[in-house]
């Protein structure tokens, strides 16, 4: 068995194949993902798993070197939106590597999604809490 802390198959698989600069969506419950790319549902019902819990794991298995947000995010749900910075500041200190924020309208970042490798719906209902990290290097 497994011993990290993703055990989810078809994540782990993701996380294993992903190259430099490749993207993955996290997103709350309410996100249109593209039909074209992956979806990988995780949610079991309102809050469950969070998108931060989802998040936590994610960054406990891969390497980023970006992130994508909603304009909105920050504005609609700062205390989400703050934790999730407080997350990249932990992971940047962990590692030792920047990790750069771009900030999109939300129309754009939805359009943005279907660059994704996949996208992972968590049970959030946090309006706005979606990300998508661009996959750094581990050298």
Not at 7 to 20: D, M, P, Q, R
């Amino acid at each position: 068995m497994k011993k990290s802390t993703l055990i989810n198959s078809e994540l782990s698989y993701l996380v294993a194949t992903l190259g430099h600069t490749d993207e993955i969506t996290i997103c709350d419950a309410g996100l249109p993902i593209p039909e074209e790319v992956q979806r990988i549902d995780l949610a079991l019902t309102h809050g469950v798993p969070s998108f931060l819990e989802t998040v936590r794991v994610m960054l406990s298995e891969s390497q980023i070197e970006g992130v994508i947000m909603a304009e909105e995010f920050a504005k609609v749900s700062p205390t989400h939106h703050q934790a999730l910075i407080a997350e990249l500041a932990a992971e940047k200190e962990a590692t030792g590597k920047e990790i750069s924020v771009t900030y999109l309208s939300h129309e754009a970042f939805k359009d943005r999604t279907t660059q994704s490798r996949a996208v992972v719906r968590t049970g959030e209902c946090t309006p706005y809490a979606n990300v998508i990290f661009q996959a750094g290097v581990v050298f």
